[in-house]
């Protein structure tokens, strides 16, 4: 199975009315910043598992975060809209014709296939728009035991998922199966929530914070202009922090203050430049404010994980 793509666009579009003939798997989270899809597209569409979307009941048996589901030959497809675009992922969900997996061969209802799993706060606030534009009933799922689980189901079976990233340099962790609990899960949405996790189905949140990807989304939209998340996020890209923010270095003449293990390049204040500029906003790149900005988020979320 191929997890092919994860933003808009870089996954196929071709033979699009087959595919929706082929999708058995559907599910939603809905952040309230973004909406999250992921759909399985198979490659037999004569297999029972293409029939329509399957409940979780029909394709898989779950128990304590543990999955055992027969192996599907196809591709996961994973697609992303701005909640407040809602309207885009209803018109997205349409044009795939996913709606229409609720019926049979000769066009009868079957609405017990037209259900499908969903997750998040936009799950209980979007229901009923779903069921009117689409005839889709929504079947909300806890997002904390989902995101628990989906962490432990990725940790054990999938090869390559866990590294650390430093100085540009990534190192993949080795998980001790024996010894994989606890562990602190940090999940990033609108707002972020620290969650120490103590096996299959035990866990708590522990910590949080309001500054997190709504913070980057709305205060980037507010500084560069952007119109979208994605928009704001191919921009930091190509930006430099070093023109806004402030670094150890600049306080110290360009040197480390090694007593104390700070590197030149450690940031000692996020936009502090723009404090002893004479600088409107509006003079400063938009790529270097979305870069500051980003590290300024990052790097608060990784102190308050501490």
């Known amino acids: 199975m191929d997890r092919n793509g994860v933003t808009e666009g870089e996954f196929e579009e071709r033979g699009m009315n087959k595919c929706a003939e082929q999708v058995s798997h559907l599910a939603l989270d809905i952040g309230g910043s973004l909406i ?17 979307i399957l409940s979780s009941k029909e394709s898989c048996g779950l128990s304590n975060g543990n999955t055992n589901c027969s192996v599907l030959g196809g591709k996961l497809h994973f697609r992303k809209f701005e909640t407040s675009k809602i309207n885009e992922c209803l018109e997205f969900m349409s044009s795939k014709q996913f709606h229409r997996n609720g019926e049979d061969c000769h066009g009868a209802s079957v609405s017990e296939k ?42 054990k079976a999938a090869s390559h998922e866990a590294y650390t990233y430093m100085d540009g340099q990534k190192e993949y962790v080795q998980i001790d199966q024996n010894d994989l609990y606890p562990y602190l899960l940090v999940n990033i949405g609108s707002g972020v929530s620290m969650i120490k996790v103590d096996g299959d189905g035990k866990f708590e949140r522990v910590s949080g914070t309001s500054v997190g ?80 900005l980003l590290r300024m988020i990052s790097n608060n979320i990784g102190q308050v994980e501490r």
């Open 114 to 155: 037209n259900i499908i799993k969903a997750t998040g706060g936009g799950a209980f606030k979007f229901a009923d728009l779903f069921k009117e534009k689409l005839g889709m009933t929504l079947d909300k799922v806890d997002e904390m035991n989902s995101l628990v689980a989906g962490a432990n189901f990725l940790l």
């Open 213 to 292: 990807g709504g913070t980057f989304w709305g205060l980037g939209k507010l500084l560069t202009k952007c119109k979208s998340f994605d928009e704001l996020l191919e921009l930091s890209y190509s930006g430099n922090n070093r023109v806004i923010d402030m670094l150890v270095g600049d306080i110290y003449g360009g040197m480390d203050y090694s007593k104390i293990g700070l590197s030149s390049t450690a940031i000692a204040s996020s936009f502090g430049k723009a404090v002893s500029e004479d600088k409107d906003l509006e003079e400063y790149k938009p790529e270097d404010v979305a870069r500051s």
């Open 36 to 52: 999250k899809m992921v759909y399985f597209c198979g490659e037999n569409s004569g297999s029972e598992h293409q029939q329509g």
